[in-house]
């Protein structure tokens, strides 16, 4: 009987997908839903210093595979976070995001998520529509190497960055996670896009510059995963346009020791890790594959 377990570094999931940041993850309740629905892990929503609104309205819309957001990182604060991260801890693991502008930011909320229970803390370096955060500090290798050893000197827990696709140095930015002493690389985040209203002759979401996602950024994500794993030694968190159970084993082939999921959860509901859960499993009794491990770059050789 094939074995869904997984290992990314310290920590052991029964179950080798997560839910993405910012997906049926902004309250307790929600968290414990991905939970039972076959989640091995839930990353929170990512959480600031102070509450945020975030864009105003329009800031998501569906296109031809995919969908584009700017939500511009919409939270409640790291204070009021502890009552969500409260009720969620105690179904399972939860991974909590933060975001920040500075090293000393970062470490101080990665330090109250580990307070809150979290197993781990995923550093957002990524996100393409929040100016002075995400992708914007998270492009410079320096940069994120600073904010990765500030967190490590802070936390005990496992420190994870997520990447961002929108850059052609992502080897040497994720060299610089793992020489900072990063756990784990979580990749991608979103790609840079845009729609523009023909009718109106202007851009459809009001941040104009958006993050696209879905069926569509797969082989990129696969493609990114790839160069990580020839790049790093550390364990890689694939995501990235996953549906099915075939699209996160591309992924645990092309180097990545476990996945997320994001807009599959809103577009085929939260079922989604079952299916993909029972379809992995039948596929690795069909292939000879014992465990996930078995799996983990074998695109490689």
Not at 157 to 169: D, F, Q
Not at 249 to 276: H, N
């Amino acid at each position: 009987m094939s074995d869904l377990k997984v290992r990314i570094g310290s920590i052991g999931l029964e179950r080798p997908g997560m839910v993405a940041s910012g997906i049926m993850d902004e309250t307790g309740d929600t968290m414990v839903r991905m939970l039972r629905s076959g989640a091995g892990a839930v990353v929170s929503k990512s959480v600031g210093s102070v509450p945020n609104p975030g864009h105003r309205n329009p800031n998501f819309t569906e296109v031809p595979c995919g969908c584009i957001n700017a939500m511009g990182l919409p939270n409640p604060g790291i204070d009021a976070f502890a009552e969500e991260m409260e009720v969620a801890v105690k179904e399972g693991p939860i991974v909590g995001s933060v975001y920040g502008a500075s090293p000393e930011e970062f470490a101080r909320l990665a330090g109250r998520m580990e307070d809150y229970g979290a197993c781990a803390v995923e550093l957002n370096l990524s996100c393409p529509h929040a100016k002075g955060y995400g992708m914007e500090v998270g492009t410079d290798p320096k940069m994120v190497a600073s904010i990765v050893s500030a967190v490590k000197d802070v936390v005990k827990v496992p420190v994870w960055t997520k990447l961002t696709p929108n850059t052609h140095i992502l080897p040497e930015i994720g060299r610089a996670v793992e020489d900072a002493g990063g756990d784990a690389i979580v990749a991608i985040n979103t790609l840079k896009a845009m729609v523009i209203v023909p009718e109106f002759g202007k851009p459809l979401l009001s941040n104009k510059v958006c993050g696209l996602s879905g069926k569509c950024i797969k082989p990129i994500g696969v493609r990114a995963v790839w160069d990580l794993y020839n790049s790093v030694s550390i364990p890689i968190v694939g995501v990235g346009g996953i549906y099915d159970h075939r699209d996160a084993i591309e992924y645990i082939m092309a180097g990545a020791s476990a996945f997320q999921l994001g807009t599959a959860v809103l577009t085929e509901g939260v079922d989604v890790f079952s299916r993909i859960n029972e379809g992995m499993s039948r596929f690795m009794d069909e292939y000879g594959y014992s465990s996930i491990e078995d799996m983990r770059g074998v695109a490689h050789e």
